[in-house]
């Protein structure tokens, strides 16, 4: 087992994690008579390594889940959760979110084109939820800086909302209250055309460029952001806001959360930074999920879709879920740590 923690921990920290690069940088930074013990030099080194490392990891995830992608046109992911029923097809409707595009903007056409095919509505919404907050990007790059336990923790607990989520959803006979001209989109099957596996490779270089170009202003923003909370914020002030000592930094975080537009790599360098800070780990994942999910952007696209009252009772489900979340990570990691030191 000693030898199976040691490659795991090798793979986790100089593989995903890439320590080796943040060393190179500031040898780099020093050698060019930086200090990168001052906030200055630290707020470079942390810039500089994170665009790098995140733009690496994100051009190949998009590349293999793209080329994956490519087998799941809307059409086959239609007739795939067609064959389904009940809280099976919710939860097959959140694992095939997986394997969307990364920011809940572009998840809405799909949800609005699989509602329009007549797929149930709680179906759609569990994709809607799933699709922007947990992908296969998330996963690799939240090992690379929180371990597997939180990564998979995080992917786990992200699809248990979208499938709770939209099985109230379907509970609750909302259908009445998607707009007209959802209900009455013409359902066009059009039959995707062969790929070859050249065509794949085209589709996902295609996907890395597209997805890149949308995705790097708010990497750079993201990690200027963690530059600044990681060198320049003291410590003292991110405890008390969301630390442990505040019952509802929990709460804090996700409300702040939901006006802003980013996607997993762009939130990621936030998180990072305010856990080193000593933010706790679920209100951390909450502020992330609601970022993710509840974008103001994507709610006033949805607004063109659903009336206000299924709007309302989207955001209710995945705002409380999203809290809960954070409460149960936050109490799990102090009993965990209460164990470990009795």
Same mark, same amino acid.
Not at 19 to 25: S, V, Y
């Given at each position: 087992m000693g030898v199976v923690n040691s490659i795991w921990l090798f793979f986790q920290d100089q593989i995903l994690g890439m320590?080796?690069?943040?060393?190179?940088?500031g040898n780099g930074l020093s050698l060019l008579g930086l200090d990168i013990n001052s906030r200055l030099g630290g707020s470079i080194q942390f810039f500089l390594y994170d665009v790098i490392k995140i733009t690496i990891l994100l051009c190949l995830l998009i590349f293999f889940i793209s080329y994956i992608q490519s087998y799941f046109p809307p059409e086959? /992911?239609?007739?795939?959760?067609?064959? #389904?029923?009940?809280? %099976?097809?919710?939860?097959?409707?959140?694992?095939?979110?997986?394997?969307?595009?990364?920011?809940?903007?572009? /998840?809405?056409?799909?949800?609005?084109? #699989?509602?329009?095919? %007549?797929l149930p509505l709680g179906v759609t919404f569990s994709f809607l939820i799933s699709s922007p907050m947990v992908d296969l990007g998330s996963l690799v790059l939240l090992m690379s800086i929180f371990g597997a336990k939180v990564a998979f923790a995080y992917v786990i607990v992200g699809l248990i909302i979208a499938v709770i989520g939209g099985t109230l959803i379907e509970k609750m006979h909302m259908e009445k209250y998607v707009e007209d001209f959802v209900k009455n989109a013409s359902d066009v099957d059009i039959s995707s055309p062969t790929l070859t596996k050249k065509d794949r490779v085209q589709y996902a270089k295609e996907q890395v460029v597209g997805t890149f170009k949308k995705v790097f202003p708010y990497i750079l923003i993201g990690v200027g952001i963690g530059a600044v909370i990681h060198n320049w914020i003291p410590e003292t002030w991110i405890e008390s806001i969301l630390g442990r000592n505040n019952p509802f930094g929990v709460i804090l975080a996700?409300?702040?959360?939901?006006?802003?537009?980013?996607?997993?790599?762009?939130?990621?360098?936030?998180?990072?930074?305010?856990l080193s800070k000593g933010a706790q780990l679920g209100t951390i994942l909450s502020f992330m999920m609601a970022v993710t999910t509840l974008s103001l952007p994507s709610l006033i696209m949805l607004k063109k879709a659903v009336k206000p009252k299924l709007l309302t009772l989207f955001i209710a489900i995945c705002t409380f879920g999203i809290i809960i979340v954070g409460y149960l990570f936050n109490i799990f990691i102090k009993f965990s740590i209460y164990f470990t030191i009795l």
């Open positions: 320590k080796w690069l943040n060393g190179l940088i086959r /992911s239609k007739k795939i959760l067609g064959r #389904f029923h009940g809280i %099976g097809a919710n939860i097959i409707s959140a694992l095939l979110g997986t394997v969307t595009p990364f920011c809940s903007c572009s /998840s809405i056409p799909l949800f609005i084109g #699989f509602t329009s095919a %007549g996700t409300l702040v959360g939901v006006p802003m537009y980013a996607d997993i790599f762009g939130t990621i360098p936030v998180a990072e930074a305010l």
